[in-house]
C-alpha cells in the first residue's frame, strides 16, 4: 500500500515535467477531437497517432503519455456527437444516446454535457485509483505465470472477446485465426526459417502490426464514408443551444450514486480481458434503469441515463489498462494499440515491467491523473469549441484522415510496398465488416501471434513435446476453464442482452 | 448467403494455409513441434469456423449496387497509385490530387474540393514536416 504510494509519487516526479505535460495536453486535445468526429474512435485516433509518435523519437515514457491521453481524450469525447447529433462518436458513447438526446431536445443539452464531462471525469479518477491498487497485486500472481499460463491466457483473451464483444462466435473464431495466421508471415524467430512469405524478400520482417491497423481501422473508415457519402447525415449543430455549460448543484446531487456504481461496474468490465468499454457503459446504463428507474424516466431525458454510461464506458477505460500493464494482454483494440507501442519501444509489459521499468508505468499512471484534471478543464468549460468542430463536412475530414494515415505508416518504414499492403488491408477491413466480422479479434491477433506461438513453443520445449503440460497447473486449468466458459456462455447469454439493447436504442429512435 | 460463400472462401483459405505450413522447410536447428505445429492448429481454426459460418449463416450482408462498386475500386486505384507515384513527386504534389479526388468523392463542390485537397496537403506538410519534423516525401523539388 504504502510502498504503491511512493511509487505513484516518483511517477508524479516524471510527469511533471513541461514534455510530459505539454504531450498530456496535447493529447486530451487530440483525443477529444477524434472522440467527438462521427466515426473515428480511439483506437482508430491512438492508431493513426502512433506511427507519428515513432518517427519523432519520443522515448517510451512520454510516447505513452501522448497516447494514453489520446485514448481517455476520445473516450470523454465520444459523447459529445452522442447528445448533439444523435450519431454515437465512438461505440461506447452509444448507449449515452439514449437519455442525453431527449435532454438536448429539452434545451439541455449543455448541462447533459456538463454532467457526461463530469460523470466521465469521475469515472476515469476513480477508475485509475483502481489501477493503482489492482495493477500491482495481478502483478503478483501474474509472476507466478509460466509459458503454458501465458499460452493459456492468450486463449482466454480471444475467446472472451469472442464471447462477449461478438455476436457470432464463429465469426469471432474466424477473426482471431485470421489475425493470427497473418502474424505467422515472415521469418521464424526460433529456427529462421521463412513462412508464407511466397518468396518474397517484403515479407521475411513480417506484416508491420502498425501497418494493418491503420489499414483496416482508419482506412476501410474512409470505404465505408464513400460508400454511403449519398446518405450521410448533415452534422447540424445550428439548431441546437447550449444553454449553461456547468452542471446544476441539484443534478450531481442526484446522480451522484449512479455515478458511484456505474464507476464500479465499468471498471470491472474493463478488467476483464475483451468486454471493454461498451460492455462497461451498457452494463452500468441497464443496471441502473433496473434499479432507480421507478417513474419511469429513463429514455426520456433522465439525467442519470447520460450520467451512468458515461461514468460506466470511462471507469471501463481505466480498468482496460489493467489486464494490458499487469499481464500484458490487452482486452479491447484500444489497449491492443497502446501494447503495440510498447513492443515496438522494445517494452515488453507484463509483471517484469512494473520491476524493470517501474518509471514507465507509474510516470504513465501519474499523467492519467494530471490528463483527467485537463479533460474535466477541457471538457466543461470550453466544451462550445469541440462543438464547432464537429461543423467540418465528411467530405473535407475523411481525405485529411486517410492522408495522416499515409503520412503516418510511410515516415516509419518509407516504403511503397508497406502504403500498398495497407490499401489492401483497407479493402479487407471493409469486407469484413460487410460480413460482419469482428475487426478487433484480427488486429489482437496480428499483434499476439509470435508470443502466443513463442509461449506455446517453450511450454512445449520445457515439457519436451508434451501437450499435458498446458493443462499441469492448477492455474492454467482455471484460466482454460474460464476461457471455455467465456467464450460459450455469451451464445446463450449475450444474444439476449443484445437483443435487449438494440430494443432499446430502436425504441429511442422511434420516439 | 454472403455468408455461405464467405464460409467457403474461408474455408479454401484455411486449406491452403495449411498445404502451405506443411511446405515449410525444416531448419537444422529444431524445438519439440518445430515451425509447422501452430500454424497448421490455426489453419485448422480458420476451416472449421468457416465451416460453422456455412453451416449457420447470420443475417444477409447488404451489398452496395455496381456503381458503389466502380467508386470503391476507383479510390482503391487512386490510392495505390498514389503510393507509387508518392516517392517520385514527392509529398505535396502527390497529396494536393489525391486528397482533391477523395474531397470530391465524397461530396464536396470542385471549387471546395480544391481548396480542401491544397489545404490538407499544404496542412500536413506544415504540421508534420515543419512544426514536427517528420520526414516526408521528398521529390525532386525536395517536398
Known amino acids: 500500500m504504502l510502498e504503491t504510494l511512493s511509487s505513484l509519487a516518483d511517477g508524479f516526479g516524471v510527469a511533471l515535467t513541461f514534455q510530459c505535460l505539454a504531450l498530456a495536453f496535447l493529447g486530451c486535445l487530440l483525443g477529444t477531437v477524434i472522440g467527438a468526429l462521427p466515426g473515428l474512435g480511439p483506437s482508430n485516433g491512438v492508431a493513426i497517432l502512433i506511427p507519428l509518435a515513432f518517427s519523432l523519437g519520443l522515448a517510451p515514457t512520454p510516447a505513452l503519455i501522448l497516447l494514453t491521453s489520446v485514448y481517455y481524450g476520445a473516450m470523454y469525447g465520444g459523447r459529445i456527437s452522442s447528445i448533439l447529433l444523435n450519431i454515437p462518436g465512438d461505440e461506447p458513447a452509444m448507449m449515452t444516446t439514449l437519455d442525453g438526446v431527449p435532454m438536448a431536445r429539452k434545451g439541455q443539452a449543455g448541462e447533459a454535457l456538463a454532467l457526461s464531462g463530469f460523470a466521465s471525469f469521475f469515472g476515469a479518477f476513480f477508475a485509475t485509483w483502481g489501477l493503482v491498487f489492482l495493477a500491482p497485486l495481478l502483478v503478483k500472481v501474474a509472476l507466478l505465470f509460466g509459458p503454458a499460463e501465458y499460452f493459456a491466457l492468450f486463449v482466454l483473451a480471444f475467446a472472451t472477446l469472442g464471447g462477449v464483444a461478438s455476436t457470432n462466435q464463429a465469426k469471432a473464431a474466424f477473426a482471431a485465426a485470421l489475425g493470427l495466421a497473418i502474424a505467422m508471415i515472415g521469418v521464424d524467430s526460433q529456427t529462421g526459417v521463412p513462412r508464407f512469405s511466397f518468396g518474397q524478400v517484403h515479407f521475411y520482417d513480417g506484416i508491420d502490426f502498425l501497418v494493418a491497423i491503420v489499414g483496416l481501422f482508419a482506412l476501410s473508415e474512409v470505404f465505408v464514408f464513400l460508400e454511403h457519402k449519398s446518405s450521410l447525415k448533415k452534422s447540424d449543430t445550428s439548431g441546437i443551444k447550449l444553454g449553461r455549460i456547468t452542471p446544476p448543484l441539484w443534478m450531481l446531487r442526484k446522480t451522484f450514486p449512479t455515478m458511484c456504481r456505474s464507476t464500479l461496474f465499468g471498471f470491472f468490465a474493463g478488467v476483464l480481458p475483451g468486454a471493454g468499454a461498451s460492455l462497461g457503459s451498457f452494463i452500468s446504463y441497464s443496471f441502473e434503469k433496473q434499479l432507480v428507474d421507478r417513474e419511469n424516466t429513463f429514455g426520456k431525458g433522465d439525467p442519470r441515463g447520460v450520467v451512468a454510461p458515461e461514468a460506466g464506458n470511462n471507469a471501463a477505460a481505466g480498468g482496460a489498462l489493467v489486464p494490458m500493464l499487469a499481464l500484458g494482454v490487452p482486452g479491447s483494440g484500444t489497449t491492443a494499440v497502446l501494447l503495440a507501442m510498447l513492443l515496438a519501444l522494445n517494452i515488453t509489459p507484463g509483471p517484469l515491467l512494473f520491476q524493470n521499468n517501474p518509471d514507465v508505468v507509474w510516470g504513465l499512471i501519474a499523467a492519467l491523473f494530471i490528463g483527467n484534471f485537463m479533460l474535466l478543464a477541457l471538457n466543461i468549460p470550453l466544451v462550445g469549441m469541440f462543438v464547432r468542430v464537429l461543423m467540418i463536412p465528411t467530405h473535407y475530414l475523411m481525405p485529411g484522415v486517410a492522408m495522416i494515415s499515409f503520412v503516418g505508416i510511410y515516415g516509419i518504414s518509407g516504403s511503397t510496398f508497406d502504403l500498398i499492403v495497407m490499401v489492401v488491408f483497407g479493402v479487407v477491413g471493409w469486407v469484413l465488416r460487410k460480413l460482419d466480422v469482428p475487426l478487433v479479434p484480427v488486429i489482437l491477433g496480428v499483434l499476439l501471434g509470435n508470443l502466443m506461438e513463442q509461449n506455446l513453443r517453450r511450454a512445449m520445449t520445457i515439457s519436451d513435446g508434451d501437450w499435458g503440460i498446458l493443462f499441469a497447473s492448477p492455474l492454467s486449468i482455471g484460466i482454460w476453464t474460464v476461457a471455455v466458459v467465456g467464450f460459450i456462455l455469451p451464445i446463450f447469454m449475450a444474444r439476449r442482452l443484445r437483443r435487449k439493447l438494440e430494443r432499446e436504442v430502436t425504441a429511442s429512435d422511434v420516439d | ?143
Do not use: N
Open chain 2, 1 to 143: 448467403m454472403s455468408d455461405r460463400v464467405f464460409g467457403g472462401i474461408g474455408l479454401l483459405l484455411g486449406v491452403f494455409f495449411i498445404w502451405q505450413a506443411t511446405l515449410i522447410p525444416l531448419s537444422f536447428i529444431s524445438d519439440p513441434i518445430g515451425p509447422k505445429t501452430f500454424p497448421i492448429i490455426l489453419g485448422v481454426v480458420l476451416s472449421l469456423s468457416s465451416v460453422a459460418i456455412m453451416l449457420l449463416p447470420g443475417g444477409s450482408a447488404d451489398w452496395p449496387g455496381m456503381r458503389t462498386f466502380a467508386e470503391l475500386s476507383a479510390a482503391v486505384a487512386v490510392l495505390i497509385a498514389y503510393s507509387f507515384v508518392l516517392p517520385l513527386v514527392g509529398f505535396v504534389v502527390s497529396t494536393i490530387f489525391a486528397a482533391f479526388y477523395l474531397c470530391l468523392r465524397l461530396g464536396a463542390p470542385l471549387k471546395g474540393a480544391a481548396i480542401g485537397g491544397v489545404s490538407i496537403s499544404l496542412g500536413i506538410y506544415a504540421l508534420f514536416h515543419l512544426v514536427l519534423g517528420l520526414s516526408l516525401a521528398r521529390g525532386p523539388w525536395g517536398f
